[in-house]
């Protein structure tokens, strides 16, 4: 990107800080996307907004507190008063020429009833921040957003906790109840509840503004709380934010540092508290947990094994599933580990021979299986995700191929190896349906179809003693002996009686996938 100044968007930041809202909603995207793809942009945004609020600061006629300043920001001890006064003249002469500048070309002396009028066309509704993840969220009629999107304007979270996404890469949580508007992609005010901000460098200058002062980032993650009263805290978790507080010189405050304000008290330190405030993850990892509810406890389940113990030195298995068809599963050999997210169990298989071991009795017309799978590494021809101990007619064989695809086959029906892979050290949903009714069946990978395969004889479907993470075969001395060991974790694994619908499959991959 070049460093040199852009006139049109150092016009939009110079409109920005002059008047927010005389920027369209097409402006506060290219200003947006400026502030994303270029670093000198960013540069000259960070450099304006210490202007302004230096401005605002000596408008006010107070003096600083040098002891009330914490240690010096990038610009702040570098900008001395003289040159805050000529930046000062520069930003009023460009305000007069601003509100002076020709507004366009000369307009001509014809009669009003000669001239034409284009016609105008209807301004875009700019989407200014989107829904990532939700639990159990509702917000007010008329404060609402538009599905998953947010337009600028008023919001009231009555229940639950969300977290949007905004164009810049900014993720912001909020915890109902709560009240908030967006004002545009750089800003957010907060009237009422408790919002945590996450800032990538493309989002720096994001700001949360409240009835008695603005947190502007530099580059954070930070928490911010009103509640009923209009008490206040600012929690920093992380990097740095400029606090700007009225009638007080800006304030630069680092990680691992919070201060309370009460409604008739002086404001006052206290202890960050990282936990007390939602993220992406949290959120995620409840709405994890109501669909896992629903998945047990489905009629069709056979087993729903979610690595989830009290005691990693266990070798029983909990199947989580309510018919009660299907016992708990064996750990033979294998390392009880962390899943998805801190709080989440999971299964390490890493030395030969890892697996758990199961027994599924009965035969079935329509089946469904899927779960999450990390996989470190491919050391063979095929490891094992899921298999019943040798392969005799009508059992379900799932494996991956030493470049990552899946391997799937009916015995004396098909084989089928999909084009997709699964990627090495990331959590990943795998899902197959088959159905011996319609002689078809049909492979998933994060809730899009990598494979389908239709056979020829209606057969019916069935397990016995299977295994989880190596796969079993009874050789000539009749012993069963282990193979295609897995090198990796699985988190969760289910098996349904019936084919669930590709909206419900790519409904479990969506809940839960905000693990990062």
Same mark, same amino acid.
């Given at each position: 990107?070049?460093?040199?100044?852009?006139?049109?968007?150092?016009?939009?930041?110079?409109?920005?800080?002059?008047?927010?809202?005389?920027?369209?909603? !097409?402006?506060?995207?290219?200003?947006?996307?400026?502030?994303?793809?270029? #670093? *000198?942009?960013?540069?000259?945004?960070?450099?304006?907004?210490?202007?302004?609020?230096?401005?605002?600061?000596?408008?006010?006629?107070?003096?600083?507190?040098?002891?009330?300043?914490?240690?010096?920001?990038?610009?702040?001890?570098?900008?001395?008063?003289?040159?805050?006064?000529?930046?000062? *003249?520069?930003?009023?002469? %460009?305000? @007069?020429?601003?509100?002076?500048?020709?507004?366009?070309?000369?307009?001509?002396?014809?009669?009003?009833?000669?001239?034409?009028?284009?016609?105008?066309?209807?301004? !875009?509704?700019?989407?200014?921040?989107?829904?990532?993840?939700?639990?159990?969220?509702?917000?007010?009629?008329?404060?609402?957003?538009?599905?998953?999107?947010? @337009?600028?304007?008023?919001?009231?979270?009555?229940? %639950?906790?969300?977290?949007?996404?905004?164009?810049?890469?900014?993720?912001?949580?909020?915890?109902?109840?709560?009240?908030?508007?967006?004002?545009?992609?750089?800003?957010?005010?907060?009237?009422?509840? =408790?919002?945590?901000?996450?800032?990538?460098?493309?989002?720096?200058?994001?700001?949360?503004?409240?009835?008695?002062?603005?947190?502007?980032?530099?580059?954070?993650?930070?928490?911010?709380?009103?509640?009923?009263?209009?008490?206040?805290?600012?929690?920093?978790? !992380?990097?740095?934010?400029? &606090?700007?507080?009225?009638?007080?010189? #800006?304030? &630069?405050?680092?990680?691992?540092?919070?201060?309370?304000?009460?409604?008739?008290?002086?404001?006052?330190?206290?202890?960050?508290?990282?936990?007390?405030?939602?993220?992406?993850?949290?959120?995620?990892?409840? =709405?994890?947990?109501?669909?896992?509810?629903?998945?047990?406890?489905?009629?069709?389940?056979?087993?729903?094994?979610?690595?989830?113990?009290?005691?990693?030195?266990?070798?029983?298995?909990?199947?989580?599933?309510?018919?009660?068809?299907?016992?708990?599963?064996?750990?033979?050999?294998?390392?009880?580990?962390? %899943?998805?997210?801190?709080?989440?169990?999971?299964?390490?298989?890493?030395?030969?021979?890892?697996?758990?071991?199961?027994?599924?009795?009965?035969?079935?017309?329509?089946?469904?299986?899927?779960?999450?799978?990390?996989?470190?590494?491919?050391?063979?021809? &095929?490891?094992?995700?899921?298999?019943?101990?040798?392969?005799?007619?009508?059992?379900?064989?799932?494996?991956?191929?030493?470049?990552?695809?899946? =391997?799937?086959?009916?015995?004396?029906?098909?084989?089928?190896?999909?084009?997709?892979?699964?990627?090495?050290? @990331?959590?990943?949903?795998?899902?197959?349906?088959?159905?011996?009714?319609?002689?078809?069946?049909?492979?998933?990978?994060?809730?899009?179809?990598?494979?389908?395969?239709?056979?020829?004889?209606?057969?019916?479907?069935?397990?016995?003693?299977?295994?989880?993470?190596?796969?079993?075969?009874?050789?000539?001395?009749?012993?069963?002996?282990?193979?295609?060991?897995?090198?990796?974790?699985?988190?969760?694994?289910?098996?349904?009686?019936?084919?669930?619908?590709?909206?419900?499959?790519?409904?479990?991959?969506?809940?839960?996938?905000?693990?990062?």
């Amino acid at each position: 990107m070049s460093n040199e100044p852009s006139k049109p968007t150092d016009e939009l930041i110079e409109r920005y800080f002059l008047d927010p809202q005389s920027l369209s909603d !097409a402006e506060q995207a290219t200003l947006v996307r400026a502030l994303q793809e270029d #670093p *000198s942009v960013r540069s000259r945004f960070r450099v304006a907004a210490f202007i302004d609020a230096e401005l605002r600061f000596e408008s006010s006629g107070e003096e600083a507190s040098p002891s009330s300043i914490a240690p010096s920001s990038t610009f702040g001890d570098a900008w001395p008063k003289w040159i805050l006064a000529i930046a000062a *003249s520069l930003l009023i002469i %460009g305000i @007069l020429g601003y509100f002076n500048r020709p507004t366009g070309p000369q307009q001509s002396q014809e009669p009003i009833a000669e001239k034409q009028t284009p016609p105008t066309e209807p301004e !875009a509704v700019t989407v200014i921040a989107r829904l990532d993840v939700g639990h159990n969220q509702r917000f007010e009629e008329g404060f609402a957003p538009n599905g998953s999107e947010f @337009l600028k304007g008023e919001y009231h979270l009555s229940e %639950g906790e969300v977290t949007l996404t905004f164009q810049n890469g900014v993720a912001v949580s909020l915890e109902s109840p709560a009240r908030f508007s967006i004002i545009d992609p750089m800003r957010v005010q907060l009237d009422h509840g =408790r919002a945590r901000a996450i800032v990538p460098e493309s989002g720096h200058g994001f700001v949360i503004e409240t009835s008695t002062m603005v947190i502007e980032d530099l580059g954070t993650e930070f928490g911010v709380v009103v509640d009923d009263e209009q008490n206040q805290e600012l929690h920093v978790f !992380a990097g740095e934010v400029r &606090l700007h507080e009225k009638d007080l010189p #800006p304030e &630069l405050l680092t990680e691992n540092s919070a201060l309370a304000w009460g409604t008739n008290t002086k404001r006052r330190s206290i202890t960050p508290d990282d936990q007390a405030f939602a993220t992406s993850m949290s959120i995620g990892y409840k =709405r994890w947990l109501d669909h896992s509810l629903k998945l047990r406890q489905d009629p069709a389940t056979l087993f729903y094994f979610d690595f989830e113990t009290d005691s990693r030195t266990s070798s029983e298995v909990i199947n989580r599933a309510t018919t009660g068809i299907v016992d708990n599963g064996q750990l033979t050999s294998g390392i009880w580990a962390t %899943g998805r997210w801190p709080e989440k169990g999971a299964m390490l298989f890493e030395n030969t021979g890892d697996r758990v071991e199961l027994n599924i009795p009965g035969k079935y017309n329509q089946i469904t299986i899927m779960g999450w799978v990390q996989i470190n590494r491919y050391d063979f021809a &095929l490891q094992t995700v899921f298999n019943s101990i040798d392969y005799s007619p009508g059992q379900h064989h799932w494996n991956l191929t030493r470049g990552g695809s899946l =391997r799937m086959g009916l015995s004396s029906q098909y084989d089928l190896t999909s084009t997709e892979t699964l990627p090495r050290n @990331l959590w990943t949903h795998v899902a197959a349906q088959v159905d011996a009714e319609a002689k078809q069946s049909v492979y998933y990978i994060n809730g899009k179809e990598v494979g389908r395969k239709n056979w020829n004889q209606s057969i019916p479907i069935r397990y016995g003693p299977s295994s989880i993470g190596a796969w079993g075969h009874t050789n000539r001395a009749g012993e069963v002996v282990y193979s295609r060991d897995l090198r990796g974790r699985i988190d969760e694994i289910a098996l349904f009686s019936r084919v669930l619908s590709a909206d419900e499959i790519r409904e479990a991959y969506e809940a839960g996938s905000n693990f990062q």
